[in-house]
């Protein structure tokens, strides 16, 4: 018998359409700018710096996953790496660069919202309510768990 696509499948497709068509308005704009520098980008704007592992930790990433972003983001001018208290210490900031093109993002940003609005109005739920509460239930019993439960009531 042949399944429909499993939740992870369904999953990584809704991510890759969503993220196609956010980096695609960044293209459009002339920005090259991914969905994935967002939350980076947004903690960067609250903060002077921040380190690898303040990233990670803030933003509940891994410390190589946020590293391989910060470094994407240094290399596509976005981020530049900023000396700590301690000098061994490597901190990133925002390029005056990435500063100056706030506004256009800030505006990409509010059309994205917008849009996503328009797309929780199609759904018998709020994407992000429903995504929301999903995480909120796997971190009270993880799905390894359930999947658990499931071979051997």
């Known amino acids: 018998m042949i399944r429909p696509a499993g ?3 369904r999953l990584r497709l809704l991510i890759a359409a969503l993220d196609d068509a956010v980096e695609r308005a960044y293209r459009d704009a002339g920005l ?14 609250r903060r002077e710096s921040a380190s690898v592992g303040e990233c990670a ?27 700590g208290e301690d000098r061994r210490e490597h901190r990133y900031a925002l390029t005056t660069a990435a500063r100056d093109r706030m506004p ?10 917008r849009a996503a609005d328009a797309l929780d109005s199609t759904l018998p739920a709020p994407l992000a309510t429903t995504i929301d509460a999903a995480l ?5 019993e993880s799905f390894h768990a359930l999947i658990a439960k499931e071979l051997n009531p």
């Open 7 to 9: 939740l992870g499948t």
């Open 32 to 45: 090259e700018f991914r969905p994935r520098f967002f939350p980076y980008f947004q903690l960067l704007m």
């Open 57 to 83: 930790t803030e933003l509940g990433f891994t410390q190589p996953a946020a590293t391989q972003t910060l470094q994407l983001m240094a290399r596509s001018g976005w981020v530049e790496v900023v000396p």
């Open 104 to 113: 256009a993002l800030q505006s990409i940003w509010d059309a994205i919202a």
């Open 136 to 140: 909120a239930s796997l971190d009270r």
